[in-house]
């Protein structure tokens, strides 16, 4: 039987390297400091695959023989796309606009297997029911210093998670990475999700 090909995480994302880990998937971590402002895709689900794929491209000129995962997350809210607030200021307003309304979490997701110079592209997208928080309490959230990190201004496997009512989709997506999807594209590339435990 061939062995399998290294599992590389091209992303610093510590989200979604618990993800794997709690998956039973132990990567290693290739961050590929990629520069996202060069890219200038208006729509989410684009922009999320592009990211995506720029990022395990940056880190698979620098390996062989290695199985590339990438990914990037955004939230699509008002005809608006976020990523990273870029201070507390940003956060708070970004919160402001948030509270009581649905937004679309898109995470993009690419799989590049070098043994068989195959790249699988795909996205996941998932809606998000925000409450309807208070001043204060954004105040607070933000002043912890949690959604300065996250794609969308919040965590919802942390705090941020008090302020969201409903997930309607992929519950892992929202965190950074759609365990289901990535699954099915292990699979496409044939690979058994269990042969990486």
């Given at each position: 039987?061939?062995?399998?090909?290294?599992?590389?995480?091209?992303?610093?994302?510590?989200?979604?390297?618990?993800?794997?880990?709690?998956?039973?998937i132990?990567?290693?971590?290739?961050?590929?400091?990629?520069?996202?402002?060069?890219?200038?895709?208006t729509?989410?689900?684009?922009?999320?695959?592009?990211?995506?794929?720029?990022?395990?491209?940056?880190?698979?000129?620098?390996?062989?023989?290695?199985?590339?995962?990438?990914?990037d997350?955004?939230?699509?809210?008002?005809?608006?796309?976020?990523?990273?607030?870029?201070?507390?200021?940003?956060?708070?307003?970004?919160?402001?606009?948030?509270?009581?309304?649905?937004?679309?979490?898109?995470?993009?997701h690419?799989?590049?297997?070098?043994?068989?110079?195959?790249?699988?592209?795909?996205?996941?997208?998932?809606?998000?029911?925000?409450?309807?928080?208070?001043?204060?309490?954004?105040e607070?959230?933000?002043?912890?210093?949690?959604?300065?990190?996250?794609?969308?201004?919040?965590?919802?496997?942390?705090?941020?998670?008090?302020?969201?009512?409903?997930?309607?989709g992929?519950?892992?997506?929202?965190?950074?990475?759609?365990?289901?999807?990535?699954?099915?594209?292990?699979?496409?590339?044939?690979?058994?999700?269990a042969?990486?435990?």
């Amino acid at each position: 039987m061939t062995p399998l090909p290294p599992f590389v995480l091209a992303s610093a994302s510590a989200a979604r390297l618990r993800l794997l880990r709690t998956a039973g998937i132990e990567p290693i971590v290739q961050v590929s400091d990629f520069d996202e402002d060069q890219v200038q895709a208006t729509d989410p689900k684009d922009l999320v695959q592009i990211l995506a794929k720029e990022k395990a491209a940056t880190v698979a000129r620098q390996l062989s023989g290695a199985l590339i995962l990438g990914c990037d997350s955004v939230l699509a809210l008002q005809g608006e796309t976020y990523g990273k607030p870029a201070n507390p200021t940003e956060a708070i307003e970004r919160w402001r606009q948030m509270r009581g309304q649905v937004g679309e979490l898109y995470t993009g997701h690419v799989l590049i297997d070098q043994r068989t110079q195959r790249t699988l592209i795909r996205h996941q997208m998932t809606q998000v029911h925000f409450a309807l928080v208070s001043d204060r309490e954004i105040e607070a959230y933000v002043a912890s210093g949690e959604p300065l990190y996250c794609a969308g201004c919040f965590a919802l496997e942390g705090r941020g998670g008090l302020f969201v009512e409903k997930i309607v989709g992929c519950h892992s997506n929202v965190i950074g990475l759609s365990l289901p999807l990535l699954r099915q594209m292990l699979a496409d590339l044939g690979y058994g999700v269990a042969d990486f435990w």
